[in-house]
């Protein structure tokens, strides 16, 4: 697996996981963010979980580019799950209806069951 500054990316069982390693995904780190997922889109054909559990903050750039990325696996026919979101952005997610976009679980096992 190629490999990339902002974020991890192993797979597991058939499917991508993939691990920002900040806490806040915002400003700078939000073009370096779309950037890889751009990258990694173009060679992952398996279903990805985004596991968010060490991001504390994010912005709406970011939130975007987890939109368009949920929005082209959706054209390949493959799943996207997020995971890992702290109570503060899970609930960021729900009052913004996000969870109708995404399926949102609590962990990587949860995620990977739903797959």
Not at 4 to 16: D, M, N, Q, R
Not at 52 to 78: D, Y
């Amino acid at each position: 697996m190629k490999r990339f500054k902002l974020i991890s990316v192993h797979e597991t069982a058939g499917v991508t996981i993939v691990s920002p390693h900040t806490k806040r995904l915002y400003m700078q780190d939000t073009d370096l963010f779309k950037a890889e997922m751009i990258e990694l889109l173009n060679y992952v054909h398996q279903d990805i979980i985004i596991d968010f559990s060490s991001v504390n903050i994010v912005n709406s750039l970011a939130i975007g580019v987890l939109i368009a990325s949920a929005s082209e696996m959706r054209t390949r026919h493959k799943q996207f799950v997020i995971v890992g979101l702290n109570p503060a952005l899970h609930e960021i997610f729900k009052r913004m209806r996000l969870d109708s976009i995404f399926d949102i679980r609590k962990d990587v096992r949860e995620g990977m069951a739903v797959l």
